[in-house]
């Protein structure tokens, strides 16, 4: 009995998942089609086939829809197994922090999925409806704060540590070139194999090859 229930409260867990990464789509579209002014909620409610009541258990208003919620950022199960990747008996930083880095950030951006092509992204959002850009601001930062935490729980080190935050900037940094090459006209290359091109690029930087070696 124990176990169905722990079934029965995944698949709901589940559906609100769904229900709440479907009304940020929509509202990001009907943004993009007719601004953020141009469509009621009761309109995105049709779209997504939901009550306005059940909009209101997930958003207090129809731009917190457009910006989504930053749990919708993170995969919960891919977050949980970058916790646990960190190698047994690593003392400090461990070796495979970013490789793992880049593998949380391929499983939580989907962009390889089949919505991603009608999906508008932040900056297209941000250069319809310009007063979007504070609070995208906001919630960046918020999850930031957070990947810094588990980063600094993950590593063992000390709260305020400056290494976790510049991982997360730098793998920050590492998502939007690659979004960029990936949404670069005639780009066929998945998202993932661009980020990881992408950190192999930043290791290069950071440890050049020695003059006179190839």
């Given at each position: 009995?124990?176990?169905?229930?722990?079934?029965?409260?995944?698949?709901?867990?589940?559906?609100?998942?769904?229900?709440?990464?479907?009304?940020?789509?929509?509202?990001?579209?009907l943004?993009?089609?007719?601004?953020?002014?141009?469509?009621?909620?009761?309109?995105?409610?049709?779209?997504?086939?939901?009550?306005?009541?059940?909009?209101?258990?997930?958003?207090?208003?129809?731009?917190?829809?457009?910006?989504?919620?930053?749990?919708?950022?993170?995969?919960?199960?891919?977050?949980?197994?970058?916790?646990?990747?960190?190698?047994?008996?690593?003392?400090?930083?461990?070796?495979?922090?970013?490789p793992?880095l880049v593998?949380?950030?391929?499983?939580?951006?989907?962009?390889?999925?089949?919505?991603l092509?009608?999906?508008?992204?932040?900056?297209?959002?941000?250069?319809?409806?310009?007063?979007?850009?504070?609070?995208?601001?906001?919630e960046?930062?918020?999850?930031?704060?957070?990947?810094?935490?588990?980063?600094?729980?993950?590593?063992?080190?000390?709260?305020?540590?400056?290494?976790?935050?510049m991982?997360?900037?730098?793998?920050?940094?590492?998502?939007?070139?690659?979004?960029?090459?990936?949404?670069?006209?005639?780009?066929?290359?998945?998202?993932?194999?661009?980020?990881?091109?992408?950190?192999?690029?930043a290791r290069?930087?950071f440890s050049p090859?020695?003059?006179?070696?190839e």
């Amino acid at each position: 009995m124990g176990e169905s229930a722990t079934k029965t409260d995944g698949v709901r867990a589940q559906r609100r998942e769904r229900t709440r990464r479907e009304l940020t789509r929509q509202a990001r579209l009907l943004t993009m089609e007719h601004g953020l002014n141009g469509f009621t909620v009761e309109e995105l409610c049709e779209r997504v086939g939901v009550s306005r009541r059940t909009f209101f258990n997930y958003f207090h208003a129809k731009d917190d829809a457009v910006i989504g919620h930053r749990d919708d950022t993170l995969d919960e199960q891919a977050l949980t197994e970058f916790v646990n990747a960190r190698p047994s008996g690593a003392t400090g930083i461990s070796s495979t922090l970013m490789p793992d880095l880049v593998a949380l950030a391929v499983a939580s951006i989907p962009f390889d999925d089949e919505h991603l092509d009608d999906e508008p992204n932040p900056e297209m959002l941000v250069e319809r409806e310009p007063q979007l850009l504070p609070k995208f601001m906001r919630e960046g930062a918020e999850l930031e704060r957070r990947m810094t935490g588990v980063i600094e729980f993950r590593e063992g080190l000390e709260a305020g540590d400056p290494r976790a935050a510049m991982a997360v900037q730098l793998i920050g940094t590492l998502v939007r070139a690659s979004a960029a090459r990936y949404f670069a006209p005639g780009s066929t290359t998945h998202f993932g194999a661009l980020l990881v091109d992408s950190l192999d690029a930043a290791r290069a930087l950071f440890s050049p090859t020695p003059e006179g070696t190839e």
